[in-house]
């Protein structure tokens, strides 16, 4: 038998995420060059000078690994239909459908926060925008692999930016409700 929400709400939320750019692709094929140019004259040095070389080739290898971390990307929002259920003991957020252009395609999302865990309810106004400081319960179902994956980041300090972009005609009554619900008051940023 399955729990019954107490509300339910419905709206387009912005989601962020990052993409590669061409310019970063452009960036690492240019990297390669110019390390794989050092490392030639390194051991064009090393044929001539001898034992000289060992500075050089600490420099390229070193060169070699920061290259291969280097990517140029370039953060946008899509904006996609969320779900969301508020239940006696925690808020449910759905993505029913998003791809995040990740090359894992298409799935849903569904992020489960624990009234509990909750550090802060915190409400900007310029950006319209929920913060919930807390990690989420993540459930994902990746429709191409008809696969799915839970991960707890309840404990996970880095996941607890779980931004909410507020349509004007909700917000006034959603504050209230996650307030009612969670009993935490909502901080308002100016």
Same mark, same amino acid.
């Given at each position: 038998?399955?729990?019954?929400?107490?509300?339910?709400?419905?709206?387009?939320?912005?989601?962020?995420?990052?993409?590669?750019?061409?310019?970063?692709?452009?960036?690492?094929?240019?990297?390669?060059?110019? =390390?794989?140019?050092?490392?030639?004259?390194?051991?064009?040095?090393?044929?001539?000078?001898?034992?000289?070389?060992?500075?050089?080739?600490?420099?390229?290898?070193? &060169?070699?690994?920061?290259?291969?971390?280097?990517?140029?990307?370039? =953060?946008?929002?899509?904006?996609?239909? &969320?779900?969301?259920?508020?239940?006696?003991?925690?808020?449910?957020? %759905?993505?029913?459908?998003?791809?995040?252009?990740?090359?894992?395609?298409?799935?849903?999302?569904?992020?489960?926060?624990?009234?509990?865990?909750?550090?802060?309810?915190?409400?900007?106004?310029?950006?319209?925008?929920?913060?919930? @400081?807390?990690?989420?319960?993540?459930?994902?179902?990746?429709?191409?692999?008809?696969?799915?994956?839970?991960?707890?980041?309840?404990?996970?300090? %880095?996941?607890?930016?779980?931004?909410?972009?507020?349509?004007?005609?909700?917000?006034?009554?959603?504050? @209230?409700?996650?307030?009612?619900?969670?009993?935490?008051?909502?901080?308002?940023?100016?």
């Amino acid at each position: 038998m399955e729990t019954m929400s107490f509300k339910r709400y419905e709206f387009i939320n912005k989601v962020y995420e990052k993409k590669k750019t061409a310019i970063g692709i452009v960036l690492k094929i240019i990297a390669f060059i110019i =390390v794989g140019l050092v490392l030639l004259f390194i051991l064009l040095g090393f044929l001539i000078t001898g034992l000289g070389f060992l500075l050089p080739i600490c420099g390229g290898i070193f &060169a070699l690994i920061k290259v291969e971390g280097l990517e140029v990307k370039k =953060v946008e929002h899509i904006q996609v239909r &969320a779900i969301i259920d508020f239940y006696s003991d925690s808020v449910v957020m %759905r993505y029913d459908y998003i791809d995040r252009e990740d090359d894992m395609g298409p799935r849903s999302e569904e992020y489960t926060f624990y009234y509990r865990d909750i550090i802060d309810l915190e409400f900007s106004v310029p950006q319209q925008c929920l913060n919930i @400081k807390c990690g989420p319960l993540l459930r994902m179902y990746f429709y191409r692999d008809s696969k799915e994956i839970e991960k707890d980041y309840r404990m996970n300090k %880095r996941y607890y930016r779980n931004l909410i972009y507020l349509p004007s005609a909700k917000r006034d009554e959603f504050l @209230k409700d996650i307030q009612k619900y969670s009993g935490i008051s909502v901080t308002e940023l100016h």
